[in-house]
């Protein structure tokens, strides 16, 4: 396909109307901000599902005013009930792994940065887009709606482990309508994240413009084109899976459910499935899913370093490299998620022995990143803050890593509050730093306003120090054998660590409200911020040379045209210390 | 403010590190005959963890004490041999460490998993269900009684589904709500789910298993201790699920075969 016809394929026309403008919207940037925009209602929430869970671990009897409004059998007179707390925790769970983690980092800001970055008007397939973000609204609307049902949201965990997820309403409660519009949300969610994987390669490889050689992206669109490749085979896993638990739940099939079992007193009508089968397709998509969550924020930190470093990294290659070996080792690790689960123990070292050997691109990154620190004339602002912030997470959480990776090891860890510990620090923290860090980076650019500086220090300091509190304690906890999933803890082994627990839920809250501080601090300053010009942090990738806010067609009808990559820092530009990726200038020969 | 950052990385790193350094969240007692190998696995693991994690938080540290707040025009440096070195170093050290870590640890998990019990160990069945452990002994006979879901009749206690009237072998079988066992005995634990996805975990033993519905999954241990010991399940296994645990009763051989004699009568 030639060139001009490939980007003219996509052209649309410029917006008219209310519901194409901000509803139905085909254009990218406004796909992004929806995302963005969901992405921060559902962190709210699971930010307010976490506190519940806390208040409720450390005093299971308190009355929590309200609660009662939430659900009357869920929590009569504001009591949670255990079952309730469990049902909070799925929620929890759900919600943040797909509608905080999937969305934020990749789905919203590859969708608004992507295009631009590669010097494209848009997606290949706008209409595809707009269907991926109104496919995970409803996604999102269904979840929700099982906080309404009577029996409320179900109580298997985000992992639905089946043949608890399975069988029905014998499970207990929440199980019977809540867990199939779990498995319908989740569905749902599947289809609209293929739209969306298919829509960035698509776009990444046919829509660059002349001169963005694919080494010359920016290393964020590097990042996003990767997690878009992985998503592609994980979610076209889960999609499947989801569909078989449904037709186990309603149409009589027993995929996952074998003869003999009794539940509530009753012999369950199934016969011939496999409970590991559901473990096997979950974590084939399971855990790819937890890089999607960590690549596109490593792509954003990267990004936002170099820039605040005023030099580029030691080597974009070796991190491009990186980024693709561990897309690809994503797909081989799946197992250590079951090393107890009942498979081969020859399964499991056979598992382990590619988790580790995770352990070297991740600490290629880790380093690369450290190392060009090194002689960098590092900028502090709230951006720079939480992208540097990042890289101590990232080692706090993926070093818990090598401990969980060894079977043998995990006889004793799996199940308890280290593996909890272990994943919110990558996940729930690391990975949210490079959303906190891309929006303080990009909000200029996406609303031509600043947001507030001393606020944004403050609400950095507020949470990295607040989450070290909440989750280095999970990692102790852990190892004396405090088990997850329960809502209180009435064995006697765990008497001595009450107050380690009362501990993390009054870190939990403090940190908590800091996190509105960012709330304020987004919605205050997309009205009143201070007015920012077009490239304000000096930057050379394609977004900082157009207008703050872009215009609809990004570009303004220009088809751009690169020269450079964008780690042109510390040199003699025409602008300053730097050269954008579109200026003809030739960059000075550099020595060392 | 990147001092600043500095210091609170120390901090950080140090305070971390300190609970661990004091002791202050042990491992439990170990009392089976294979824990200390998952043990010293795990300590030479946390060390490795230990050293990587406060290292590199004190790397950031001081890069970020030199490195931010210069004054402007301050020469751009690169760190010494580039990226090269950096790759070989992940590469030979990382993977060196993580290749030991993986080839010896295989030890302690092949100690539990690659060996089977011997002829005369003591078996003992355990169910999980929805929310207790059962524990089945074959009895005088030496022969387990066969199951029938069909015939599970909890308010009768009859958790197994035995029937005696028909089965010969299920007549003498002994139920009980605790594991008791004698010390010093290897034990065949064979494991059955009743209803949903359990797990067995007895944190002294170093033992931890699913019980997977369809599955006849089965380990083997021998304790080394007198006393008695918490079994929590930890695979979610619904409301009940926090509060689903048993006892494991480590018996001296003569305490045990007096017992298993009252549970005869």
Redesign the interface.
């Known amino acids: 396909m030639s060139e001009t016809s490939a980007q003219q394929a996509h052209v649309h026309a410029p917006p008219e109307g209310f519901l194409r403008k901000y509803v139905f919207s085909l254009d990218h940037k406004v796909i992004g901000k929806q995302y963005y925009a969901l992405a921060l209602v559902a962190v709210f929430t699971g930010m307010f599902l976490s506190w519940l869970m806390r208040i409720h671990m450390v005093w299971p009897n308190a009355k929590i005013p309200g609660l009662e409004l939430l659900s009357k059998v869920g929590a009569p007179g504001g009591i949670m009930t255990p079952e309730y707390y469990l049902s909070l925790m799925t929620m929890h769970g759900t919600l943040m792994v797909f509608f905080v983690l999937t969305n934020a980092p990749f789905a919203a800001f590859g969708n608004y940065f992507l295009p631009i970055q590669i010097g494209a008007e848009d997606m290949a397939f706008p209409r595809f887009n707009m269907m991926s973000f109104w496919t995970t609204f409803v996604a999102w609307a269904v979840l929700m709606l099982a906080f309404v049902i009577p029996d409320g949201p179900p109580i298997a965990g985000w992992t639905e482990y089946t043949p608890l997820s399975a069988i029905g309403k014998d499970a207990g409660p929440g199980m019977e309508w809540g867990a199939s519009l779990w498995g319908i949300s989740i569905a749902l969610f599947c289809v609209g994240s293929l739209l969306g994987a298919l829509n960035f390669i698509a776009t990444t490889l046919d829509l660059r413009a002349k001169g963005m050689t694919l080494m010359r992206m920016p290393l964020c669109t590097w990042a996003w084109f990767i997690t878009s490749c992985i998503a592609l085979l994980a979610f076209a896993v889960l999609l499947p899976a989801c569909i078989l638990l449904i037709l186990d739940r309603h149409a009589g099939t027993s995929f996952f459910i074998p003869a003999g079992i009794v539940a509530s007193d009753r012999l369950q009508p199934h016969s011939g499935g496999s409970p590991l089968l559901w473990q096997h397709l979950f974590w084939f998509f399971g855990h790819p899913e937890v890089y999607i969550a960590i690549l596109p924020s490593m792509g954003i930190v990267s990004h936002i370093l170099i820039n605040s470093m005023r030099k580029p990294l030691l080597s974009a290659k070796v991190v491009i490299y990186s980024m693709m070996s561990i897309g690809f080792l994503s797909y081989m690790v799946w197992g250590h998620h079951m090393f107890l689960s009942g498979m081969n123990p020859m399964s499991g070292l056979a598992f382990s022995f590619p988790t580790l050997t995770i352990t070297i691109p991740a600490t290629i990154l880790t380093l690369i990143w450290l190392g060009s620190l090194y002689g960098a004339n590092i900028q502090i602002n709230s951006a720079s803050l939480f992208a540097l912030g990042f890289i101590s997470m990232f080692v706090a959480g993926g070093v818990s890593g090598f401990l969980l990776a060894q079977p043998s090891i995990d006889i004793y860890l799996h199940a308890t509050y280290f593996v909890v510990g272990h994943f919110h620090m990558v996940m729930g923290v690391a990975s949210l730093f490079g959303v906190f860090a891309g929006t303080y980076f990009w909000f200029p650019k996406m609303t031509g306003r600043f947001m507030n500086e001393g606020l944004g220090k403050l609400h950095f300091w507020i949470t990295f120090i607040g989450t070290y509190c909440i989750f280095m304690p999970f990692h102790y906890l852990g190892l004396i054998g405090n088990v997850r999933r329960y809502q209180s803890f009435v064995d006697d082994y765990m008497a001595p660590y009450l107050g380690v627990h009362k501990f993390m839920t009054i870190a939990a809250l403090i940190t908590g409200a800091g996190q509105l501080i960012f709330l304020f601090n987004l919605i205050y300053s997309r009205f009143k911020g201070k007015p920012a010009p077009d490239n304000p942090w000096n930057a050379t990738s394609l977004e900082w040379s157009i207008p703050s806010p872009p215009p609809w067609n990004n570009f303004g009808g220009k088809h751009p045209v690169v020269y450079h990559d964008p780690f042109q820092y510390g040199v003699k530009g025409s602008k300053g210390d730097f050269v954008m990726q579109d200026s003809p200038e030739q960059v000075p020969a550099s020595g060392d | ?2 001092k600043f ?1 500095a210091i ?2 120390v901090i ?1 790193a140090v ?2 590190a300190y ?2 350094l004091a002791h ?5 007692e170990d009392i089976s005959t294979h824990g200390h ?2 043990d010293d ?2 300590n030479e ?2 060390v ?3 050293v ?2 406060v290292g ?2 004190l ?2 540290a001081a ?2 004490w030199s ?4 004054k402007p025009g ?6 010494p041999g ?2 090269r070195i ?2 070989v ?3 030979v050290i ?2 060196l460490e ?2 030991a ?2 080839v010896l ?5 092949a100690s ?3 060996t089977a019990p011997s002829a005369d160990a003591l078996q003992v069945q355990a169910q999980a ?2 929310f207790a452990f059962y524990f089945r002994y074959p009895g005088p006979d030496g022969k387990f009684g066969q ?1 029938h ?2 015939k ?1 009749d ?1 308010g009768n206690q009859n958790y197994f ?1 035995l029937d005696p009237e028909n089965d010969v072998a299920a007549r003498d079988d002994i139920v009980s709500g605790e594991l008791v066992i004698p010390v010093n005995k290897e034990i065949h634990l064979m494991m059955h789910g ?4 359990h ?1 067995f ?1 007895v ?1 002294e033993l ?10 006849d ?1 089965a380990v083997h241990f021998t304790a080394t201790k007198v006393g008695k010991y ?1 079994i ?12 689903m ?1 048993a006892y494991l009763n480590v018996m001296s051989q003569a305490d045990y075969d007096n017992w298993l004699k009252q549970q005869s009568q």
Not at chain 2, 105 to 109: D, I, S
Not at chain 2, 232 to 243: A, F, K, P, S
């Open positions: 403010m990147g950052f609170v990385l950080i305070a971390s609970p661990i202050h969240f042990p491992l439990p190998l998952i696995q795990l693991t946390m490795e963890a230990g990587s994690f590199a938080q790397v950031l890069f970020l490195f931010t707040g210069r301050s020469p751009l440096k690169n760190f580039g990226a950096l790759v170093f992940a590469f990382v993977g993580v290749l870590l993986g640890g295989q030890k302690a998990w539990v998993y690659f269900e929805q199951l879901p069909e599970i909890e589904g009743k209803d949903v996805g797990s975990y944190r170093r033992i931890q298993q699913d019980f997977m519905p369809g599955l999954l918490e929590v399940c930890t695979q979610l296994c619904g409301l009940g699920h926090y509060n645990k």
